[in-house]
């Protein structure tokens, strides 16, 4: 059907369609919780959510960049983590030091988090319809007020970081999408 002919007015769904929509969301969430990392509750640190949204609160984001800039994060430090961890051995970890390929691995990744988080929330940022965009000259002056001193480049290599380690999917289905789904067949049938 060409895109043209298919007009479907904002909260005009048909059910069958609701209910495709829904089983797909029920169907990728079952996989996607089938190939979650084991390390992957290690990341729900409720601190970590708080930073987020603390961030997304100062720079008067909407609320929703800060949940979806979480889950960004845990997508891609799970990824990453294990990219890492299942890597050859780094220099800084050879074998006549005492240190272990993953302190050596977390040691790394202790300076790089702090920019890692934020730059999840740039992206998250640049995904909402309903926020404005963080630019990176508002991320540096941001970061420099916190006391992180960094640069233009150092936030574009670190979204690119993210974005190739996401392998650029920014998008999944999160409790969100299902909410907004169940919200139109709860409206649908209020209606009838």
């Known amino acids: 059907m060409a895109l043209s002919s298919f007009r479907c007015k904002f909260r005009e769904t048909s059910v069958d369609l609701l209910t495709d929509v829904l089983i797909d969301l029920n169907n990728r969430n079952k996989d996607q919780l089938n190939s979650v990392s084991t390390c992957n509750h290690n ?72 920019i890692i988080v934020f730059s999840c929330v740039q992206l998250a940022s640049k995904l909402s319809l309903h926020s404005h965009i963080i630019t990176n000259s508002t991320a540096v002056h941001f970061l420099h007020s916190v006391g992180l001193s960094v640069s233009k480049q150092t936030l574009f290599e670190s979204e690119m970081m993210i974005l190739k380690g996401l392998e650029f999917r920014l998008n999944s289905p ?16 209020l209606r009838q």
Do not use: W
């Open 43 to 114: 990341l729900r640190d409720k601190r970590v959510t708080e930073y987020i949204l603390l961030i997304t609160e100062e720079l008067r984001l909407d609320p929703l960049v800060g949940y979806h800039a979480v889950e960004l994060l845990q997508r891609f430090m799970v990824k990453h983590l294990t990219d890492l961890l299942t890597s050859h051995t780094p220099q800084d970890a050879a074998a006549d030091r005492p240190t272990r390929h993953e302190d050596a691995i977390f040691d790394e990744i202790k300076e790089k988090f702090p």
């Open 174 to 189: 999160n409790p969100l999408t299902y909410v907004e789904s169940l919200l139109e067949v709860l409206e649908r049938s």
